[in-house]
């Protein structure tokens, strides 16, 4: 791939003006709206749930127990199974997920990074999230470290519901536009079809999760509506010149949500999250994830999100590594020696950064 198209997929991607622009005329509107914050089950009398003064979102709680997106009832009909059951995991697995970041290696790489980095730095900037600051700041005066810089539970959510809105982007318009080239040439995809739009749809089970716990307002709605078609649009005519980068930027995308979750982790851990400390697990996740008896509580389901993201980060670092039109995916071959170390769909052989072309194919 030439310099040119990493530099023009990475304008396509993101620039410093719009991509701040863009995002603050997003937090503009989620500002304006309100959430409900369900933490299981909604109180009966309609009293507020979390009370913040002078905040833009609203906590308050509906006067009775309404279900978000309850199940539709049919006479025939019991239930609906995922399409894509989620492999197991287990404790020790997800534990092991780490923080991790690809060294860039080429032009390519380059343009996709930078691309994230603005994104990430302009997100961060009209939000208010701040976390090197807030460090830097606690080693001198933590009091002060946490009145400006805090994250509390309802800003976490709110970050996630929308962030996880956008996630489920990238997979579908890869897959979509790859199915279409097979067809137009009439050859196989070779299996990196069925991969892209599993990856899509495991984000929206993130999304559909985090609704069970918050349910957004109509500006939350309205701004999601408006990122998330921009970012379809832009991410569609860059992946059209330039796969590769495109990939690569998604991992990259998948590095930072393996670090905002683990940094939620922590918090929780610490105890600067304590109402976090008594959710349960929602049903939908339960089930998708198959989480055992005993293991179903808010930090279980985040080590499962995590586990998720950094899957998609290896992913999609090796899939920017192979040849876009002729490489088979490796995330669904059988291989001669089953016992050697190789990618597969769960994350027993976890490879952080990504498998290289030669290791795989």
Known sequence: MTSLQSTNCARLLASKGSSTQLVKNVYVLVNN???????????????????????????????????????????KVRQTEAAWPHPI?????????????????????RAALTAIRILRWSFDRITGYKHESAVALAKTDPAKAVQKYSMSERKYMIRNIFLE???????????????????????RDNGWIETLLEESYNERMHLLTFLKLAEPGWFMRLAVLGAQGVFFNAFFV????????????????EEEAVLTYSRELADLDAGKLPKWEKIAAPDIAVKYWNMPEGHRTMRDLLLYIRADEAKHREVNHTLGNLNQTEDPNPFVSNYKDPNEPHPSKGIEFLKPTGWERKEVI
């Not at 809105?165 to 050859?187: D, E, F, T």
């Not at 860059?238 to 995308?253: D, E, I, K, Q, W």
């Open 89 to 109: 995991y287990t404790e020790k697995q997800m534990n092991d997920i780490k923080v991790a970041h690809r060294e860039v290696k080429n032009w390519s790489d």
């Open 165 to 187: 809105s956008i996630a489920g982007v990238p997979g579908m318009v890869g897959g979509m536009l790859r199915h279409l080239h097979s067809m137009r040439r009439m050859k």
């Open 238 to 253: 860059a992946y059209l010149v330039s796969p590769r980068t495109c990939h690569r930027f998604v991992g990259y995308l």
């Open 33 to 75: 709206s309100h959430v409900s914050l369900n933490h299981g089950q909604r109180p009966l009398n309609g009293s507020p749930q979390w009370r913040m003064a002078n905040r833009p979102f609203s906590s308050t709680a509906a006067p009775q127990i309404k279900e978000f997106f309850p199940a539709h009832e049919t006479s």
